[in-house]
């Protein structure tokens, strides 16, 4: 029989208490007081007679293009794992450190400079000791449902979408997941793929927590064993159905309950479902037992194939970069202001919501600025077989539609679809979203229609890789 070689590993990567954690433009706090589950990076590594790869899951808000081909060249350099068969994959946690140096918070930002910097050496770490860890194995894939998430752009009494809770839009709930077990039944890895933005803890939690992915790793690998990793989904439109609070326990039960309908699909997980189950003989007992073979009778599918696919996606008009950043200084000022008055707590928490607003859109100007060529950003679209499932990613924060189009359009059943992977260039929108506006639709870089081309190029990588 043909087996993959896989292992697992994972490094502990918790930031120090003090940290700057300013991801809401809601929040008045600059910095954690405390640390409620541990940040990681958790390796898996794949090889078989011609390919090796590996997948990266890191507890982290962004990894930047920039950052993004810096670590992969490392793992690379040092590994020997091509640079196009490395998955950097990130949680998008929205209760961690903030996932850059700040433009505009006075504390905690040199521990956020030194938190960033160990980030690339602690996925090289994880992915060597993955590579030692690796032993013949065979996997399996298998998909669920969950509910903990909804579709996050409702319309508000004034006609207008905000970040919420739309019970009556598009979402996806399945949880896709691929085991791997070693020779002997023993579980390796849990890959789990969930739509859901890691948004349950708001603006007035100040702990650092990985999010719902955190308990559900937990969970998954206190119940089956083995290492989980989490990979996000096409979550681009789709938010926590709890979510913006300050209640640790919140987050905490919605990991716990994705982890169950893992738990329970991993555990189902047969492995070699063609065998043999004759009957092998009959036991005198009490009541005669009857003993049956169940021996496999066909190879596990040992598949492992990479495919990197470009597509140039189309930029929109953006707002000029030096009016945005002078709007920013003035504001920044302001806030400095009411930083020293104690008495307009709710007056600085509306000030710094808008300098929020305006440091993304900065950003997005930024990198649209340093990605774009002639009018257009190049995306790479990577798809990963592993034995009978195909894992596709982008460095955008898709629209579950998108994911949904893909798997209706392709022959292959077993699809994992995610975004947030190998860089960062912010929100993928469907064409039809343009027309609604909202949040998303306000900092994508990307002109309506880039969505099909974004589709097509991912069905191009799937059909490489079949």
Same mark, same amino acid.
């Given at each position: 029989?043909?087996?993959?070689?896989?292992?697992?590993?994972?490094?502990?990567?918790?930031?120090?208490?003090?940290?700057?954690?300013?991801?809401?433009?809601?929040?008045?706090?600059?910095?954690s007081?405390?640390?409620?589950?541990p940040?990681?990076?958790?390796?898996?590594?794949?090889?078989?007679?011609?390919? #090796?790869?590996?997948?990266?899951?890191?507890?982290?808000?962004?990894?930047?293009?920039?950052?993004?081909?810096?670590?992969?060249?490392?793992?690379?350099?040092?590994?020997?794992?091509?640079? =196009?068969?490395?998955?950097?994959?990130?949680?998008?946690?929205?209760?961690?450190?903030?996932?850059?140096?700040?433009?505009w918070?006075?504390?905690? /930002?040199?521990?956020?400079?030194?938190?960033?910097?160990?980030?690339?050496?602690?996925?090289?770490?994880?992915?060597?000791?993955?590579?030692?860890?690796?032993q013949?194995?065979?996997?399996?894939?298998?998909?669920?449902?969950?509910?903990?998430?909804?579709?996050?752009?409702?319309?508000?009494? =004034?006609?207008?979408?905000?970040?919420?809770? /739309?019970?009556?839009?598009?979402?996806i709930?399945?949880? =896709?997941?691929?085991?791997?077990?070693?020779?002997?039944?023993s579980?390796?890895?849990?890959?789990?793929?969930?739509?859901?933005?890691?948004?349950?803890?708001?603006?007035? /939690?100040?702990?650092?927590?990985?999010?719902?992915?955190?308990?559900?790793?937990?969970?998954?690998?206190s119940?089956?064993?083995?290492?989980?990793?989490?990979?996000?989904?096409?979550?681009?439109?789709i938010g926590?159905?709890?979510?913006?609070?300050?209640?640790?326990?919140?987050?905490?039960k919605?990991?716990?309950?994705?982890?169950?309908?893992?738990?329970?699909?991993?555990?189902?997980?047969?492995f070699?479902?063609?065998?043999?189950?004759?009957?092998?003989?009959?036991?005198?007992?009490?009541?005669?037992?009857?003993?049956?073979k169940?021996?496999?009778?066909? /190879?596990?599918?040992?598949?492992?194939?990479?495919?990197?696919?470009?597509?140039?996606?189309?930029?929109?008009?953006?707002?000029?970069?030096?009016?945005?950043?002078?709007?920013?200084?003035?504001?920044?000022?302001?806030?400095?202001?009411l930083?020293?008055?104690?008495?307009?707590?709710? #007056?600085l928490?509306?000030?710094?919501?808008?300098l929020?607003?305006?440091?993304?859109?900065?950003?997005?100007?930024k990198n649209?600025?340093?990605?774009?060529?002639?009018?257009?950003?190049?995306?790479r679209?990577?798809?990963?077989?592993?034995?009978?499932?195909?894992?596709?990613?982008?460095?955008?924060?898709?629209?579950?539609?998108?994911?949904?189009?893909?798997?209706?359009?392709?022959?292959?059943?077993?699809?994992?679809?995610?975004g947030?992977?190998?860089?960062?260039?912010?929100y993928?929108?469907?064409?039809?979203?343009?027309?609604?506006?909202?949040?998303?639709?306000?900092?994508?870089?990307?002109?309506?229609?880039? =969505?099909?081309?974004?589709?097509?190029?991912?069905?191009?990588a799937?059909?490489l890789v079949?």
């Amino acid at each position: 029989m043909n087996f993959l070689i896989s292992g697992t590993s994972r490094v502990d990567i918790t930031p120090p208490i003090g940290i700057t954690h300013a991801n809401w433009g809601a929040q008045t706090h600059q910095v954690s007081t405390h640390n409620d589950m541990p940040l990681y990076v958790t390796a898996a590594y794949f090889q078989s007679d011609k390919t #090796k790869m590996t997948i990266i899951d890191v507890d982290i808000l962004v990894i930047t293009n920039e950052k993004d081909q810096e670590i992969r060249s490392l793992i690379s350099d040092e590994t020997g794992v091509p640079f =196009d068969n490395i998955r950097l994959s990130y949680s998008h946690t929205h209760s961690g450190p903030v996932a850059y140096a700040s433009d505009w918070h006075t504390e905690g /930002n040199d521990l956020v400079k030194k938190w960033l910097a160990s980030i690339g050496p602690a996925c090289l770490k994880a992915v060597r000791l993955a590579i030692e860890n690796a032993q013949p194995s065979v996997t399996k894939f298998s998909r669920g449902s969950c509910e903990i998430n909804a579709n996050r752009r409702p319309t508000g009494p =004034d006609g207008r979408l905000f970040t919420g809770r /739309n019970v009556n839009g598009f979402v996806i709930r399945d949880v =896709d997941v691929i085991g791997v077990d070693d020779l002997n039944g023993s579980p390796v890895a849990t890959i789990v793929n969930y739509a859901c933005h890691p948004t349950i803890m708001g603006h007035e /939690n100040t702990a650092v927590t990985p999010d719902f992915p955190g308990p559900m790793r937990k969970f998954v690998e206190s119940t089956v064993g083995g290492t989980c990793l989490f990979l996000q989904g096409a979550s681009g439109n789709i938010g926590p159905f709890d979510g913006f609070t300050g209640d640790l326990g919140v987050y905490r039960k919605a990991g716990k309950i994705l982890g169950a309908e893992v738990a329970k699909l991993r555990l189902e997980m047969d492995f070699f479902p063609e065998r043999d189950r004759s009957l092998k003989e009959i036991i005198p007992s009490g009541a005669n037992l009857g003993i049956y073979k169940d021996d496999p009778t066909t /190879n596990p599918d040992a598949s492992l194939e990479v495919s990197n696919v470009s597509v140039d996606l189309p930029c929109r008009e953006l707002p000029d970069l030096k009016m945005l950043e002078e709007k920013f200084e003035r504001l920044r000022k302001k806030i400095d202001l009411l930083n020293q008055d104690e008495s307009s707590p709710e #007056k600085l928490k509306l000030e710094v919501s808008h300098l929020r607003k305006i440091n993304i859109s900065i950003n997005v100007v930024k990198n649209q600025k340093l990605a774009a060529r002639n009018g257009f950003i190049t995306m790479r679209v990577q798809a990963i077989r592993i034995g009978d499932a195909v894992l596709v990613s982008m460095p955008v924060e898709p629209f579950a539609e998108i994911a949904s189009s893909i798997k209706a359009q392709s022959s292959f059943d077993n699809l994992i679809i995610s975004g947030f992977s190998n860089g960062h260039n912010a929100y993928l929108p469907t064409t039809e979203a343009y027309e609604e506006g909202g949040y998303e639709v306000d900092v994508t870089p990307f002109s309506p229609g880039s =969505d099909q081309l974004a589709v097509s190029a991912c069905l191009n990588a799937v059909s490489l890789v079949e």
